[in-house]
Each structure stands twice: as C-alpha cells, then as structure tokens.
C-alpha cells in the first residue's frame, strides 16, 4: 500500500508528527520533494528531533528511508542531521535516489542575493536557494547526484554554468565570481557524504512495490505554497500535492490508495502573501506563545509566524487540492485557554461572500466571515478517546469536519508521538 502524509495550508501543520506516528505501519518512508527550506518535528521515546531534509521515519528500525529524485537535496544539511541523529544513538536505514538534484553552493548564494536586491519586494525566501536550484532542474542545467562521480564530465559542465552564474553575480549583484576549482573541491566533499547511501532508488521502490511493502510519501509544505493551487508568487518552487509524490519517487499514480491531510486546528504561515483569518497584536501573541510544542516560530528560519484563526474556505480547497481521503488534525491541545473560537468559512470579496478559494487578485481585498464557537477552557493532553473530549472541543472538531468535507480521523492533542485520538 502506498500512502502519502500532506499538508492542506501554508506548511508547518505537523506533518513530521504524522508521517512518525503512520511510519510504525510502513516499510518505507518516501521524502518526495522540498528541500531543506522547512523543518519536521517530531518527539519520541528518542527524544526530539528536527529534521529539514531527512524522512520523519528515521527513528525506526524497521523502516528504509529513502530522499526521491523530487527532493532538493543539500548535502551539507544531510551531512549534520545524520551525524545529529548519529550522536543520539539513531542509526537510520537511508537511501538517497542518484537522480536527486544537488543544491550547489551558487544557488544559496543567488536566492540571497536576489531577496537583498528585491529589498520591499522580497517573496519571504528563506535563502535555502530552493528558487534556483528549481529554475536550474528545469532549465537542464541541475547536477544530478550521479554525476558527482564522473568528475572531468561534472568540471566540464559546471564549466559552462559559471560562465552565465559568474555573469549575474558580478555584474548584477555586484558580488565575487565563484571559482571553479574551489566548486569542484566542494563536490569532492558532497561525493564523499552521498556516496555510502546512493542508489537506485526507482528499482528499490519498484521492487518494494513487488513485494507488497508498505510505503509512505511525506510531502513538505502546503497545498497553499505549489506553485499552480498555491497562492502564487508566494509559494515554495516544488509541487507540494500527493499528486507529485508519484513523480518526485517514481511510483504509479494509481497506487496512491490513501491521502492523510494535516490540517492545523488554526492557521499559522510564514512568509509573505495574503492571509485572511490573520490576527495580530496580543491576541496572536499569545496564540504563537501557546502553539505547538515550543511555540509558533519556524523550524528553518526561527522566525516568529503569522498567526489567524481556522480557514475553512482555504482548508477545504487545500484538501481537495491533495484529494484527501482523510484528515488528522493537529495541535488542538493548543486553544484551550480560549474562551471562543473563531472559524472563517467565507470570503467578503466587494461586497460578495465567497466560499470557494480565489485567486490572488480577489484573495489580496477578501475579509475574513466568521461563525463564532464558545471554547472548552482546559487541558485536554492525555485523553486518548474523542467521546471523553470536552463537549465545546468535539463540536469545534465536527464544525471543522463539516465545513472542509473530508473526516477527520485523527486529532493529535500533545506533540509527542502517541499523543492522539484516533476516530
């Protein structure tokens, strides 16, 4: 069986805690695409971990992680996070596919210097060099992970890219060119991490799909940052649907049976662009004070997030986006200190309410319509039953689950990996 863990919003849902949690059940977990600009959460009996690039299935033995062809993949990242888990007494089963794409060190460079020129324009980048790396795959101009073992074809190619990168830097942004001997010592370095986990990742799934394995896509992001659904220009450069799980691992799109969906039990984003239920001030203070395990700031960045109330119009067409067969629904533990809720399940677009996601023309004038629900005023980590929830919490989550129309089977109440509630 094959099953992909997605997020319908803006990223940060919690994914990393669902594909930790579903990973006891799979073979192996697939990281699709994405590179090292977001981060995945997860806290078992290991401890806790952040981890930007590597599968949220790690800390099991039984399963085989694999980094797919879609995957951005930042060696210099790799190499930390294994030795972080190495260090820990994690000793993970990892494979890297050899037609995954290397973020080189020119691409973290441009998307900075790029974000510095933009200045007030700037698309709220995290400067992992993800645009580039994206516009040079496209372009045919990307190094393969393969081809870090074919050393005077590599020195000849990357030849011919410094000639136009070099050009934009020095006479663009003003900067130093890039050397190709000093370029070619670093992937002598990147050859020398990848080279004990590189493989044929396309036949290893093929076969594992043979043998009846079960396998798990984990997606980075949200519906809300593709660069097609998602609220464009600012959006992430992969494709963040279940869709592309079947292209960024090379697996038959017909063999996706099942699509977890997280979704946040109230919005938060990070970056620039429009955001309807956002809320400011105190009240979103103390909302990012009391989210998540150690508060809402970005795993990558560090950097504080938007905060806002549930969107059910963006919840609802980011799970249709994914073609969500089912819902977990994360960090409900976090709004018991509430007294109300807020839930915005329409658009005021001209004096007009919309209840389908538009476009960013329409998206950037909308105001939020609210229905408004009386809060449960309490702790609800260490319940494991949804019948023993508060009353006011099971009638916020059956709210949520009516308006986005997919069921909402899991909810997680604590960010530990055994803290939720299956229905």
Avoid at 152 to 168: I, M, Q, S, T
Avoid at 222 to 229: E, I
Wanted: with cysteine; aromatic share 10%; net charge negative.
């Amino acid at each position: 069986m094959i099953r992909a863990i997605v997020g319908a919003n803006w990223g940060d849902e919690g994914k990393g805690k669902i594909t930790d949690m579903l990973a006891v059940d799979s073979d192996v977990v697939l990281r699709f695409q994405g590179g090292a600009n977001a981060g995945h959460t997860i806290i078992n009996d290991k401890g806790k971990f952040v981890l930007h690039l590597l599968p949220s299935g790690v800390c099991y033995d039984h399963t085989v992680n694999v980094i797919g062809n879609g995957v951005a993949l930042h060696l210099p990242t790799f190499e930390r996070e294994l030795a972080m888990l190495h260090e820990r007494g994690v000793t993970p089963k990892l494979l890297v596919s050899e037609r995954a794409q290397i973020v080189m060190p020119y691409h973290i460079l441009q998307d900075e210097y790029e974000e510095a020129r933009l200045k007030g324009r700037q698309f709220g980048s995290t400067k992992s060099g993800i645009a580039p790396f994206y516009s040079d795959k496209y372009a045919k101009i990307g190094v393969q992970a393969c081809e870090l073992f074919y050393p005077d074809r590599l020195r000849e190619k990357l030849a011919g890219v410094l000639e136009v990168k070099n050009l934009l830097f020095t006479q663009l942004y003003g900067k130093e060119p890039i050397v190709l001997d000093e370029l070619m010592a670093e992937m002598e370095r990147y050859r020398a991490i990848v080279a004990p986990y590189i493989t044929d990742a396309f036949t290893y799934l093929y076969n594992a799909r043979r043998e009846g394995k079960n396998i798990l896509l984990e997606g980075q992001l949200g519906s809300l940052k593709d660069p097609d659904f998602g609220i464009y220009p600012f959006t992430t450069s992969s494709h963040t649907v279940a869709g592309f799980g079947a292209i960024g691992g090379g697996l038959p799109p017909y063999e996706i049976e099942d699509v977890v969906t997280v979704v946040k039990a109230y919005s938060s984003a990070v970056g620039a662009g429009p955001f309807v239920s956002e809320i400011f001030g105190e009240e979103a203070d103390k909302m990012r004070e009391v989210g998540g395990d150690a508060g809402e700031f970005g795993a990558t960045t560090g950097r504080p997030r938007r905060m806002g109330w549930f969107d059910a119009v963006a919840t609802r067409y980011g799970c249709r986006v994914q073609g969500a067969t089912r819902v977990a629904l994360t960090v409900l533990d976090a709004l018991g200190y509430l007294d109300e809720l807020k839930i915005c399940t329409g658009y005021e677009v001209d004096g007009k309410v919309l209840t389908d996601f538009p476009v960013n023309a329409l998206l950037e004038r909308a105001k939020p319509v609210y229905t408004t629900l009386p809060g449960w005023k309490c702790d609800i980590r260490g319940i494991r039953s949804f019948d023993e929830l508060p009353e006011n919490c099971r009638r916020y989550v059956e709210a949520i689950e009516r308006e986005i129309g997919v069921p909402v089977a899991i909810v997680t109440n604590g960010p530990r990996r055994d803290e939720y509630i299956l229905r």
